[in-house]
């Protein structure tokens, strides 16, 4: 079974009649990059910005339904309002990827770690970190 990532570039590819190494060309990516998004069915961590942004350009998409569709390729589900591209595309809550990738990756985990992350996030501000019962 393939995941978002590569079903976004297999359908660029057979819609387009382009390879792997006309994508990186244009998108001032390695071939082999490109080759290794369209075929590993899990990634393991979302790929570096410079490399979404030239696999964007390379197969002439928006970037923002290239990162979503990496981000679920990595397991990781991105939550956003509507855009106005199209019915199926969402767009980013924030505008900045770290952030929808930080709130996306918190809201997977258990509620003592999310307090553990809260207690954190807090102390990296300088407040005190509010006391909240333990379950």
């Known amino acids: 079974m ?5 079903q976004l570039i297999r359908e660029r590819l ?3 009649g382009w390879s792997y190494g006309d994508v990186a060309r244009r998108g001032g ?10 075929t590993t069915e899990r990634v393991v961590r979302m790929p570096q910005a410079a490399t979404l942004e030239g696999l964007a ?3 002439e998409l928006p970037l923002d339904a290239i990162r979503r569709a990496a981000a679920e390729a990595c397991g990781i589900h991105v939550y ?8 199926d595309k969402t767009a980013p809550l924030s505008g900045d990827p770290e ?3 930080l709130i996306a ?14 207690a954190l996030v807090e102390s990296l501000l300088g407040r005190p970190a509010k006391d909240t019962p333990e379950n």
């Open 14 to 16: 057979d819609r387009k």
């Open 57 to 59: 350009k390379g197969l």
């Open 29 to 38: 990516v390695p071939r082999s990059t490109v080759h290794h998004l369209a």
């Open 99 to 101: 952030v929808d990738l």
């Open 105 to 118: 990756s918190v809201q997977q985990l258990s509620a003592d770690d999310r307090r553990h992350v809260a």
């Open 2 to 6: 393939s995941n978002a990532l590569q």
């Open 80 to 87: 956003g309002a509507p855009s106005t591209e199209g019915a």
